[in-house]
């Protein structure tokens, strides 16, 4: 855990764009998002015991519906209200029983504090630049919107439905 969170830093310090950040997976895998240049990515951290978990269903019909030119990235994290205390392996387990998920889930990081995970680390940075409200991640199942050169262009609160014409407008809207 150290040696992959210490590797993620010097990636991180490195970093200048999305495309250089690689992750590890849910399923034991790597996301590389490199392999996303050309499509728009919706980045929603999540959490299996929160109000907002049904957002699932949601991201999931999102994805069905632009998945030729989106792709939804979920990061498990367990920084609010302890929400998210399983596994990898429960975390997977819940996905894709209870809310059939099939679009890519990242391996349980932090998105906040210490121990904040490099590729949100970069995207809080990248939300204060831009002057992006909210800037700091506020609650599960906030969402990053990145066009498809990789720019940050919108963020959304945890309350905000992945199918609110907000949502779905920015996705559909031209850069």
């Known amino acids: ?14 970093s200048s764009a999305i495309y250089d950040f690689k992750v590890d997976a849910v399923d034991g895998g790597k996301i590389n998002f490199a392999d996303y ?78 121990d904040i995970h490099p590729i949100y680390k970069w995207l809080l940075e990248q939300s204060k630049e831009k002057h992006f409200e909210p800037a700091e991640v506020q609650w599960n199942f906030q969402k990053y919107l990145l066009d498809e050169k990789g720019n940050l262009v919108a963020v959304f609160s945890p309350k905000t439905q992945p199918n609110s014409a907000e949502v779905v407008a920015a996705i559909e809207k031209k850069y």
């Open 1 to 14: 855990m150290l040696k992959t969170l210490l590797l993620s830093l010097l990636i991180f310090m490195k």
């Open 37 to 114: 240049k050309g499509k728009k990515i919706l980045i929603v951290n999540t959490a299996s015991l929160c109000g907002n978990t049904p957002q699932y269903a949601e991201l999931e019909k999102l994805y069905e519906k632009y998945k030729k030119n989106l792709v939804i990235i979920g990061f498990p994290a367990n920084n609010f209200g302890s929400q998210e205390p399983g596994s990898n392996q429960q975390i997977q387990e819940f996905c894709t029983k209870k809310y059939a998920v099939t679009f890519p889930m990242a391996a349980k990081i932090s998105v906040k504090g210490a």
